[in-house]
C-alpha cells in the first residue's frame, strides 16, 4: 500500500489521534510540568522575556486533569476553550472508530476563525501588560 493512501485512510488517523490522545493524557496526569523539568521551555518566552498564548497551557492542562480548576485558570485561562475542543476531536475519531460514522463536525467559518484569532492576540497583549504592571 501507498504511504500517502495509508495515511489518508481515516480509520489510520482515527487510531493515531486516539493513540497519541491517551499517551499525552497520561503523562501530562502523571508528570506535573511545574516540578518536572522533562518538558521544554516556551522558545518566544526563553528570548523575549514575554508570554506568548500558550505560555501555562502544560500547568494548566495538567492542572485541570487533577479538578483542580483555579489553578488551571492561574496558569492560562485559555486552557477552559482549547481543552473542550481537543476532547470532541478525540471523541470525533473514537465514535468514527466504534460505530463508523461521524459526529458532526465543529462548525467553522471566516467570522469563527477571525474572532479566535482577535481573542488569542487580545490575550496576549493583556496577559503581558497586566504581568508589567503587577511588577
Known sequence: ????????????????????????????????????????Q????????????GCGGLRGTHELLH???????HFNPFVFVTTPLIIYSALYYAYFLLIGSDLPAV?????VITSAAILTLAFWVARNVFVCFAL
Do not use: H
Open 67 to 73: 479538578l483542580d480548576f483555579i489553578q488551571a485558570f
Open 107 to 111: 462548525p467553522y467559518n471566516k467570522y
Open 1 to 40: 500500500m501507498d504511504a500517502g493512501k495509508f495515511l489518508e485512510n481515516k480509520r489510520v488517523r482515527a487510531t493515531a489521534v486516539i493513540s497519541a490522545a491517551v499517551f499525552f493524557i497520561a503523562v501530562l496526569y502523571f508528570w506535573n510540568p511545574s516540578a518536572d523539568r522533562y518538558y521544554p
Open 42 to 53: 516556551c522558545l518566544f518566552y526563553t528570548v523575549t522575556g514575554y508570554y506568548c498564548p
